[in-house]
């Protein structure tokens, strides 16, 4: 399958199968959107409709380079993956990584959480050590044939529950003796609580910060508030900068959410990188469909336009050194993830799992506080093996939507939650979502082109 596509004044096409990018010029750019098969004659009137001034032989020897790329399998390829390869022995356990809970309750009020202010429609509560130690020893139990381990600290508010947390890496650290295994922490925070102590634990032991900023301050204000209705950006803004300038170069993420509310969100992302922050994520909302704040159909073209919008001026910034990272622009083309990744896509159910305060597993995040994905608990471990296999099951092979996608080994599927909340299905396909990340992965190749033909 090939896909072919100009944005930021390339020509460019993508053959799905094979991964090849192309960067053509214009009459190759027709010649290949054009070809076929068995449609050599029909192309060849085709590009001298279009390309009058182009010669009989020019066009006998671009269709020659056409074929040979063909033959070395970089175009129209039809080297289709093998189910045979969609997951590994649907007993082994093979968990990589836990999102831990360790806070359902918030000190802020985000108008568009889906967490519900941090509780999942339940009833908010902080985990204890005990929990958060038996959940690393279910990691450790449960990752067979694993040596990297990830853990995500999340919430609600993880920092108040922050001596638990503390705990938790030092458990961990403990067991890496033990078990040769190395774990690596992610702390996602609305930064309210940041201080001189967290920065100096996170710098030592937590390898990448994930630090709430939805953008400008009206922006942020609107959706992100204090008790009492008040905007959080004057409060917040000085403790990001601090976190990120003692980071010194260590991993960190401004992540934000755009919603109906700020289509425009790529002068969100820009007001973001002008205050000097490099390692930017800025993700569409996570809403009941038909919400206040929900993004629909309509909304796509603009969406687009405003990703695109976004990688032209990236593309521009880091011709004259002003440039930054955006989290869905970064594309490895040449050492990217195995085939097993890209069918299966994030292990949600399977190598990945969420645990709530009490210690409950789910699927993911996205997933707590609806009881038909609890899938059992820390001590016990998995129970709910039909569950599991259900998402050991839900790849691009089972979404037939996927079969003619020229983004399907990118995108591997979806998001399996959102697609679920979507069409109450985890084999269904959230639509906007898809054209959305298409879109995202357009602008991302041709950053990769540029930087190539630079």
């Known amino acids: 399958m090939v896909h072919c596509y100009k944005l930021g004044g390339f020509n460019i096409v993508v053959d799905s199968e094979s991964g090849s990018i192309h ?3 214009e009459v190759a750019f027709d010649a290949i959107r054009l070809f076929g098969y068995e449609q050599e004659e029909e192309t060849r009137k085709q590009l001298k409709k279009i390309h009058t001034e182009i010669t009989d032989e020019d066009i006998s020897e671009l269709l020659l380079d056409i074929r040979r790329l063909m033959q070395r399998g970089k175009l129209y390829s039809n080297e289709q993956p093998s189910g045979a390869v969609r997951h590994k022995d649907k007993d082994q356990a093979d968990v990589k990584a836990l999102c831990l809970n360790v806070s359902h309750v918030c000190n802020m009020s985000c108008a568009y959480c889906f967490a519900g202010k941090g509780q999942y429609g339940g009833v908010g509560g902080l985990m204890d050590i005990g929990t958060g130690m038996a959940a690393i020893d279910f990691l450790l139990k449960n990752s067979i044939g694993r040596s990297n381990l990830d853990v995500d600290f999340f919430g609600g508010e993880p920092l108040l529950n922050w001596g638990v947390v503390k705990g ?7 067991k890496e003796q033990e078990s040769g295994k190395k774990f690596r922490f992610t702390l996602t925070t609305n930064a309210l609580l940041i201080d001189d102590e967290v920065i100096s634990f996170s710098n030592r032991e937590i390898h990448n910060v994930v630090l709430s900023l939805d953008g400008r301050m009206e922006t942020h204000d609107a959706m992100r508030k204090l008790p009492g209705d008040k905007g959080s950006y004057a409060e917040i803004l000085p403790l990001l900068k601090k976190m990120v300038e003692e980071r010194r170069g260590k991993g960190y993420y401004i992540r934000g959410t755009y919603t109906r509310k700020n289509l425009d969100f790529a002068t969100d992302i ?3 990188a002008d205050l000097g922050f490099k390692e930017l994520s800025m993700e569409p909302v996570v809403s009941k469909p038909g919400g206040e704040f929900s993004l629909e159909a309509g909304d796509l073209p603009e969406i687009c336009r405003q990703y695109e919008i976004l990688a032209i001026e990236m593309l521009r910034r880091k011709r ?22 890209r069918i299966a896509g994030c292990g949600v159910g399977t190598e990945y799992l969420a645990v709530t305060p009490g210690g409950e597993l789910f699927p993911c995040h996205q997933f707590i506080g609806d009881n038909k994905f609890l899938m059992g608990d820390v001590w016990r471990g998995i129970s709910n093996r039909l569950l599991r296999n259900e998402f050991l099951g839900n790849d691009i092979f089972s979404r037939s939507e996927c079969r003619v996608c020229w983004a399907r080994l990118f995108c591997s599927g979806g998001c399996a939650a959102n697609a679920y909340h979507e069409t109450s299905s985890l084999s269904g396909v959230y639509e ?3 054209e959305m990340f298409k879109k995202r992965l357009e602008c991302a190749i041709m950053l990769q082109v540029a930087e190539t033909v630079k």
């Open 168 to 174: 938790i890496v030092e458990y961990a650290r403990k």
């Open 432 to 434: 906007l979502g898809c």
């Open 270 to 272: 820009l007001h973001i």
């Open 320 to 341: 004259i050194g002003r440039g930054f990272n955006f989290y869905h622009y970064i594309l490895d083309l040449k050492g990217g993830p195995c085939i097993h990744k």
């Open 23 to 25: 960067s053509v010029d």
